[in-house]
């Protein structure tokens, strides 16, 4: 199948979705356009959007299913066209056939819904904790039916989970999920192989650390339960006339009740100084498999040639003795055998090929069990991985200064240290061997010469694997403590979350001068419209409202300006500053807070109220009270 082909079944898919609906008519004109500019965009949009629709399916507040299909459609369909255009250098081949394509989308569809699963994992955490909570209460059995998840939860779950949602998005949650979503773009372009096998690890420590923090957010509470059923179970044992099992579910629910109230504040901080860190785990995945396609990876040197040593030894042990059989029979042949005193060359052909047979007999299955060990021993540390570039001659691991700078520099001490203690624990277990078999090593002297060739290597083995098996255990400790350096090395400093946040956001400074620019005119239209007013309506600290009438120009009393907080306060100030009366009603200050825009005449049910309140003025300055709206109208 050609490009061109392929354009041709799209077109003709576009040419379907024209007779299905306006928002289908919008999508075929977009993809027209990517199509006539060149079919390979057409093709990254395509799985660019594969991609986003997976995650938008499965990702808390981007897949509820609350959201209307359309609009999560929509949303998919506009992130897709604004990060294509930092895909189009990614070089896809066409697909041949169906197959073909099918296997591109599904790899798409397989990264976009991992991607989704990680987000959701952060909100088991919340769930987990709404659940110890909900059984040790007795409130399990109440449960509610979330439609955003299509389930059923308890009671307590619910209320954590939308929590949870509400920390997820005071945090920039949302923004988060855009960043990692554009970091993954970068680790795995569309048309890569798939899901990165380091993904698995990832999600396994999400799910711990999801499980920590429920178990850490439920903590106060279960405790406190725990400690009420107790002194419950006392008292029926002091008072077994009383029915505990009825007053229980009463006070296990008052406790339950009394103790969220108190320590709400603390699961939302607990929440917060989480759920950032969770939410960059979830994305941890692709960054580990970026770093694997730059040949970083967590590897400890030390475990593959305790490996290999401890392999080697063991084989050794295996198959020491019969080599010592052979080679005393392969000399005694040499020696004393007539064979060899024959000049016949067929003979001397047979024999060093007998040779050569036996020698290859015992020293290839060694070798293999060394190859062999070699190989696993790099392949549980770092995977299957092969990097061509790894291969080629660098003239930096040859200069003799980069090499002084790596023996002085502080990985080079480290490993210095760490050698010093491996030498002094190989001589202590050395040591303890030689010094258990001090009797037989004395007594070698009585000995025959065999009886001596038998024993030496005997003790030397067992010597050797002893502290092979040490080697390992501390080769073990330096590949955990290889992986933590590994994955600290990886983690963003400060200032270059401070730079993704820029790159993303904007400079903060620019941004801050915005926002000032923003209230500065907020400001000067205040004090360009309060003045006019003929009073302000307060609530009486929170909400303020300035409102004005002329008879002759309007036909409703008009609200010329509104604020709450700051703005509240400003508005009270100005009004004060040129002498305009402020009058506290709550709740026609709410009333028209809520109903009115500024500019916008107050509504009829609330001419009576306003009407009210303009007489007072009106008698305070001394006009006449003006004729009401609905009372001009009637005349």
Not at 86 to 108: C, R, S, Y
Not at 111 to 126: E, K, N, Q, Y
Not at 443 to 455: E, H, T
Not at 605 to 615: I, Q
Request: net charge neutral; glycine share 8%; charged share 15%.
């Amino acid at each position: 199948m050609t490009p061109s082909d392929v354009v041709d079944m799209c077109r003709e898919a576009l040419m379907i979705g024209l007779l299905v609906s306006a928002p289908v008519l919008i999508t075929g004109v977009v993809v027209g356009l990517l199509i006539g500019i060149n079919p390979d965009h057409f093709l990254i949009f395509t799985l660019v959007l594969i991609r986003i629709s997976g995650l938008v399916v499965t990702a808390p507040i981007f897949g509820d299913k609350a959201v209307p299909p359309r609009i999560r459609g929509m949303l998919a369909f506009g992130l897709a066209l604004l990060l294509t255009p930092t895909q189009i250098d990614t070089v896809i081949p066409p697909p041949e056939n169906l197959l073909g394509f099918a296997k591109l989308a599904g790899g798409e569809i397989l990264v976009g819904l991992t991607l989704g699963l990680g987000v959701m994992l952060l909100f088991s955490g919340a769930q987990l904790a709404g659940q110890l909570i909900s059984h040790l209460s007795g409130m399990a059995l109440a449960d509610v039916f979330q439609p955003g998840l299509d389930t059923s939860l308890p009671v307590f779950s619910h209320l954590l989970y939308l929590v949870s949602l509400a920390v997820f998005v005071l945090i920039d949650g949302h923004r988060l999920v855009m960043t990692g979503l554009l970091s993954a773009f970068s680790a795995v372009p569309p048309g890569s192989a798939g899901v990165p096998l380091s993904a698995a690890e990832a999600f396994t420590e999400l799910l711990s650390q999801s499980f920590m923090l429920g178990i850490r957010t439920a903590a106060p509470i279960t405790v406190a339960q725990l400690l009420g059923t107790l002194v419950l179970g006392l008292i029926s044992r002091t008072l077994p006339q009383l029915n505990v099992l009825v007053m229980g579910f009463g006070i296990n629910a008052l406790v339950t009740l009394s103790l969220i109230m108190f320590t709400m504040a603390g699961m939302v901080w607990v929440f917060e100084s989480q759920m950032e860190p969770l939410l960059e785990l979830a994305f941890d995945a692709v960054n580990l498999q970026k770093a694997r396609e730059q040949g970083q990876v967590a590897r400890s040197q030390d475990l593959s040639s305790a490996a290999l040593l401890l392999g080697g030894l063991l084989a050794l042990l295996w198959m020491g003795r019969g080599m010592v059989n052979f080679f005393f029979d392969i000399t005694l042949d040499h020696l004393g055998g007539d064979a060899w005193l024959s000049t016949d060359v067929a003979t001397i052909s047979n024999q060093s090929v007998g040779m050569v047979a036996g020698i290859a007999g015992i020293f290839l299955p060694i070798l293999g069990i060394i190859v062999l060990l070699a190989v696993v021993s790099n392949v549980l540390q770092v995977g299957f991985m092969f990097l061509p570039e790894k291969l080629a001659l660098n003239p930096g691991h040859v200069n003799p200064l980069k090499g002084v700078k790596r023996i002085f520099s502080l990985p080079g001490v480290v490993r210095l240290g760490f050698g010093i203690i491996k030498i002094c624990i190989v001589g202590v277990i050395a040591g303890i061997s030689l010094y258990s078999q001090r009797d037989e090593i004395l007594a070698l002297s009585g000995l025959s010469i065999p009886q001596i060739a038998w024993f030496l290597p005997e003790i030397l083995l067992w010597t050797a694997i002893k502290i092979a098996v040490a080697l390992l255990i501390l080769a073990l400790l330096d590949y955990a403590f290889q992986k933590w350096k590994h994955e600290q090395d990886l983690k963003m400093t400060n200032q270059e979350v401070r730079e993704e946040m820029k790159n993303l956001q904007g400079d903060p400074q620019i941004i801050a001068r915005r926002r000032a620019v923003q209230r500065q005119l907020v400001l000067n239209r205040l004090s360009s419209a309060v003045p006019k007013a003929d009073v302000v309506i307060t609530n009486p600290t929170e909400l303020a409202i300035a409102i004005q009438y002329d008879t002759e120009t309007m036909l409703a009393p008009i609200v010329v300006a509104k604020g709450a907080g700051v703005v509240a306060q400003r508005i009270r100030r100005l009004a004060l500053e040129n002498s305009i009366p402020v009058i506290e009603k709550k709740p026609l200050a709410q009333a028209l807070y809520k109903q009115v825009d500024v500019n916008h005449p107050i509504p009829r049910d609330l001419y009576a109220a306003v009407a009210e309140v303009l007489a007072y003025v009106y008698q305070l300055k001394g006009k006449p009270i003006p004729t009401p709206p609905n009372a001009r109208d009637a005349a």
